[in-house]
């Protein structure tokens, strides 16, 4: 099975598309991890990237598509549930074809106020190590700066500023929104209220994959 998390900076892809490879024992395949990693090693693509990453604009199609591509072969048809990927039509189609023509199974939609984004991910930290994030509100870690998974070193994205965020968000609205209507137009789109707390987002995200059709019906949420 192939899902595609999407929604904008700041609607909780990250922990549900986590949760949902669990849940399906799916791999977690997330592309703004796999370039952060990737500056913070100083890898080639790393230098490639590092000007463009922390700023709010994306990395070029060709780049992150090569990057998907080569982590979806290397998981041999084991499925996975993209967060972050496809953000533009050119990706979604480029997802396509890499998956035989089939395409996803499904896209879910994490739909957020901008007003809730700019709250939420301005109060983002996240684990240099394993990525995880917290809120300072309403998810803290149990010792302060430090991941609770992992021990790793909390700190705040270089991107997760208002400045950051305003971009961000003009970004996604350009060239991420097309992507939610080429989904929906195939029939493919979940559309889950995103502001009612994680453990409820995701229990509407699974009823919502038991259900499809019901959750059409209903419109959304
Ligand atoms: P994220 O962690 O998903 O918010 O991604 C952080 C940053 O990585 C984005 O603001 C982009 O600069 C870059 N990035 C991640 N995924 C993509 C993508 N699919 N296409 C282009 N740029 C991406």
Redesign the pocket.
Known sequence: MYLVVLGP?GAG??TQAALLAKRWGLTHL????L??QAVETGSPLGEK?KG??????????D??IAL?QERLESLQDRGAVL??????LE?ARALDRALAGKGVDRAIFIRVSPEELVRRVSSRWTCRVCQTPYNVFTSQPRVPGKCDRCGGELYQ?A?DTVEGIRK?LE?YLAQTVPVIEYYRERGKLLEVDGEVGVEEVSRRVEAALADPQAQRLRGGG
């Open positions: 900076p892809k990250g997330s592309t703004g991890d370039l952060r990237v463009l990453l922390g700023k709010g604009g994306l990395v070029p199609d780049i992150v998907t967060d972050g990927f496809p953000r533009t990706q994205r991107d961000r970004v």
